[in-house]
């Protein structure tokens, strides 16, 4: 069975200003919504809460300044083959320092990854409505010229470096994917003539796709995407920000409310 990808609107600004010096620091907004009744259901087998919160803010604060990155997995992702060392050895290690931070670390990512939607959603981005971002259907609809600032931010979409402790095939976390800040929409939408549908069939969807990007914009917004999430009780949050768009008057067919 595939996931299931959307796209929101997101306040990164916000984000940056309050949420992160929190999770990196006192864990004030962490231990309210950890311990709130949307928290329960969002964080599975919600017990011994204050040495999960403790381990958040710890592992936080080994984060990179977008909060995405870990020094020490990217220490392992990167790492060179010496030059007297073989391949095969190189290989082994890389794996098995990975599988070993996984292991340390694993539940701590997991809960990062499953109460950063519920803080998010609550306090700077829009559950609904969002745009249906299946990673085949996203990149066989939406394509940017090799090697432009477009491609380079379009990527982020639906993919993430190095480092990251969010989705990616290793983990398999479900949750956050990535996100892009307004400023790096700003530059997408600067170099927008490197954005275009991958071919007729997909015009709908990347004509549905540029709206929401220019929505975002209009507003001084990020977007922000995520995996699998918990979409029954994101749903009955009050969305924080104060934007609305009208699907059926715009006639997006690909940005959808989860009812």
């Not at 990164?12 to 999770?23: A, E, Q, R």
């Not at 006192?26 to 999960?52: A, M, T």
């Not at 020094?71 to 290989?91: A, D, M, P, W």
Request: hydrophobic share 35%.
């Amino acid at each position: 069975m595939g996931s299931w990808n959307t796209l929101h609107h997101f306040d990164d600004k916000k984000f940056y200003s309050t949420i992160v010096p929190d999770l990196q620091s006192e864990g004030h907004l962490l231990r309210n919504y950890f311990n709130s009744e949307f928290g329960k259901y969002i964080v599975y087998n919600n017990d011994q809460n204050e040495g999960r919160i403790t381990d958040i803010i710890k592992f936080s604060q080994f984060l990179d300044d977008e909060f995405k990155i870990h020094e020490t997995l990217l220490s392992i992702q990167t790492r060179k083959k010496s030059v007297n060392e073989e391949y095969n050895h190189f290989i082994k290690k890389l794996y098995k320092d990975e599988d070993d931070f996984y292991k340390e670390n694993g539940q701590i990512i997991e809960d990062i990854n499953l109460i950063l939607t519920l803080i998010i959603f609550s306090e700077c981005a829009s559950f609904n409505p969002h745009l249906i971002l299946g990673r085949i259907l996203f990149t066989g609809c939406v394509s940017a010229k090799p090697g432009s600032v477009a491609e380079d931010i379009v990527s982020n979409f639906t993919n993430n470096e190095s480092g990251s402790i969010f989705y990616s095939s290793h983990s398999n976390c479900n949750g956050i994917i990535n996100w892009v800040t307004s400023e790096d929409l700003q530059l997408l939408w600067l170099d927008k003539e490197n954005l275009h549908s991958a071919g007729k069939d997909a015009d709908k969807y990347f004509s549905d796709f540029y709206k929401f990007i220019e929505i975002a914009i209009e507003n001084d917004l990020g977007v922000i995407s995520g995996t699998n999430m918990n979409e029954e009780v994101l749903k009955l949050i009050q969305p924080p920000l104060s934007v609305e768009i009208d699907v059926k008057e715009l006639g997006l067919e690909n940005v959808i409310n989860y009812e």
